[in-house]
């Protein structure tokens, strides 16, 4: 005689006793992050190639071309987006402005990185008077506003495009050094960092070599998010005329001589807006989901 003993099949979902949970599955990005990557990649691909792309020289000038519209509004197929009041291509200028700001936003964020994750090193190991020295630098940095303290920075330096690239980098470093500090004195009794200490390790060494690599998601997912403020910045700056300077030229420079010629000719200033609202909410919304990815809590 056997007995017949079945076992029930598990349930998934919430029962009287206890609630057994099904494995996460992983889906599609949202459509959102998509786009975002898209579009900045593509502002990417047209910033590298616009020496060859472009169809007129951003200082080639026609006064007999000037205010024409674009194409879609009657203009010719000589210039796609019209033409500026000294009659040069919009399309050209457009392009090469994209490429300045990209360039100047990569270059800042990159400048603020490392004297950023130096200082907060810096003075999160040595502590004592030195971290109190750079603290105070830093708070006392972090208490003016940015924007008012690239405009002296650029009033005593010059608006040499170097020159800029340094000031814009160094008003932001500020951030990366309070959220490396704060890791670094977060860590600072944690197993792994005692047993290195133990083992005789330098205190270098344990922060170029255990610390370090620890700061890298929190410092990513800033990075992404200040870029977009980054091209704002300079776009401001160059809007109010001590940022990029001519021959060379940005979106907010393209913005600064199109603010004369609102009424009859709006193009000018509409297409260096798009681009500049295409570039920062994309680099938002990126830096929204790499903050949603690498940050544990999210996770559940």
Known sequence: MSIDIRVPEPIVGETEDKLVLAPPRRGRPPAARIISLSILFLMILLALAAPAITPHDISEQSLLSRLQPPVFAGGTDDH????????????SRLLFATRTTLFIAFAGVFIGVVAGTLGGLISGTLGGWADQCLSAVVDAQAAVPTTLVALTAVALAGTHPLVLVLIIGFSDYYRYARIVRGQVVALQGRSFIEAARCSGASPWRIAMRHVLPNTF?????????????????????SF?????????????????EARNYLISTPWLAIFPCVVIVMITVAAATIGDWLRASLDPRSRT
Request: aromatic content about 4%; cysteine-free.
């Open 217 to 237: 998601s929190p410092v990513v997912v800033l990075a992404s998010l200040s870029f977009a403020e980054i091209v704002v910045l300079e776009s401001s700056l």
């Open 80 to 91: 796609p987006l019209g033409t500026d009041h000294l009659g040069r291509d919009v399309f």
């Open 240 to 256: 109010l005329g001590v940022g990029v300077q001519p021959p060379n030229v940005s979106l907010g420079s393209l913005l600064g």
